[in-house]
């Protein structure tokens, strides 16, 4: 009768550290899944604010151009450098660059 009781003990113990062995490969399973998913994000957000930087001195930059763009000499000058425009009786000698 001993004999019986020590193997259900010993049965009931194997299956409860299985059971426990099993919850704890799960927990840490997922605590694991959730710390690389805040990891990514943190990476993410990273980028984001570096895309989200250079964006803001884009529009900076954009800004500053339709400020100069609504002064009429500065389009006029523009137009003239960028475009070859000249006036009457005007000539114009373009200079090479070290772009070119």
Known sequence: MKKKVKNKTRFRLKLLSFIIILLVGTIIT???????????NKNEIALLNNKY????????SLQSEITKL???DYVARYAREKYLYTLPNEIIIKLPTNEE
């Open 53 to 60: 930087n250079s964006l803001l001195h884009e529009e900076e």
């Open 30 to 40: 997922s605590v694991y899944k959730d710390l690389m998913q805040v990891l990514n």
């Open 70 to 72: 609504q002064d009429n």
